[in-house]
């Protein structure tokens, strides 16, 4: 089992950045791979960014340049820097565990998730 709670997140204007956190508890979190995934209203689950547990990263052609992940194994706990943020980025941000580290950016390959934390762009 593993408990992952996202915080961070909050009301920024366009062009402003924010820092999500993801902690987890639980497994061994060095050993898998942690993902970022959003929802916006109306919209599917989709893919942001990803590390696994060499420390490479995935992103998606939208957050690229834009968005970083990193993590942080000591404190079990995985990071999304988020510059130059647009009203577009505006979703529910969910962080999530994918413990085969498959490194598909498909939601349906990560087990565990959070509960996800609102973030708004205002324009």
């Known amino acids: 089992q593993v408990q992952l709670v996202e915080s961070g997140g909050g009301l920024v204007q366009a062009g402003g950045s924010l820092r999500l956190s993801c902690a987890a508890s639980?497994?061994?979190?060095?050993?898998?791979?942690m993902g970022w995934f959003r929802q916006a209203p109306g919209k599917e689950r989709e893919f942001v960014a990803a590390?696994?547990?060499?420390?490479?990263?995935y992103s998606a052609d939208s957050v690229k340049g834009r968005f970083s992940i990193s993590r942080d194994n000591a404190k079990s706990t995985v990071y999304l820097e988020m510059n130059s943020l647009k009203p577009e980025d505006t979703a529910v941000y969910y962080c999530?565990?994918?413990?085969?580290?498959?490194?598909?950016?498909?939601?349906?390959?990560?087990?565990?998730w959070g509960q996800g934390t609102q973030v708004t762009v205002s324009s």
């Open positions: 590390i696994n547990w060499s420390r490479r990263t």
């Open positions: 639980g497994r061994t979190f060095r050993s898998y791979t």
């Open positions: 999530a565990a994918d413990l085969r580290n498959s490194g598909s950016p498909l939601w349906a390959h990560y087990d565990y």
